[in-house]
């Protein structure tokens, strides 16, 4: 088992290599139905800080609807991608240089998996939020029960950084053990190209490329049942499940 020190530097690495690249690594990231998913759970308009900001997408969007925001994430390359759509700085979620009850909005899109103290950061996000405040986090999840597994045995092949693995209701769980009331979840599917998805992660040698898609196409018929998964032109296509939480601070935590 890796050090925190080691998982966050692992971290760093893998995203500044695909940091100039990553936008056009996955449908999902400009996926606008899901971007205005995360519009619509923020509500009004106010300050946000898109934590874990990658290259700023999902912050953008905010910010087009009338949001002032700032993004914050570890590793340079996404910050130097965020700073060119809105303002960035280079940090660690964990601790970051603002007042308590800076912000009407915190943004987190799949990212909290890979955190290494990702309790410490709700915490921090709780800090930061003022009380009418909300924080907006969504994460790839199993449709349900039935795929939770064979999803869990791709995303380990895959994300060799995944901390933990959740479901929705794990989600939900975590979100209100660590200071916060859950008040609105909606999901959204997205159509992915896995043959994509894998061709655009170079920190994954040919064989572990090779057994992500391998993993997809045997998986079991309830799985791609759910995920309805098609081979299309030797492209490897399934859906992907976003759910987005929205919650307020629990002022009796």
Known sequence: MVSKSEHELNIKTQFQLRSGTFNR????ITNQALIAAHVKSAGTPGKGLAMCCGTGITGKGLADAGWDMIGVDITPGMVEETNKLFPAILGNSESLPFEDNTFDLVVMRQAYFLLA???TVLKEARRLLKPTGRIVISQILPFSDVDAPWLKKIHEVKQAQMVQFFTEQDMKNELEKYGFKVFDKSNVSVRES???????APELSLEVRNKVCQLVLDAPEEYKKLHNVELKNDEIIEDWNFAIYAASPNKNA
């Open 25 to 28: 690594s996955a449908h999902w």
């Open 117 to 119: 103290d990702g309790p």
């Open 194 to 200: 896995v043959s994509l998805w894998m061709e655009n």
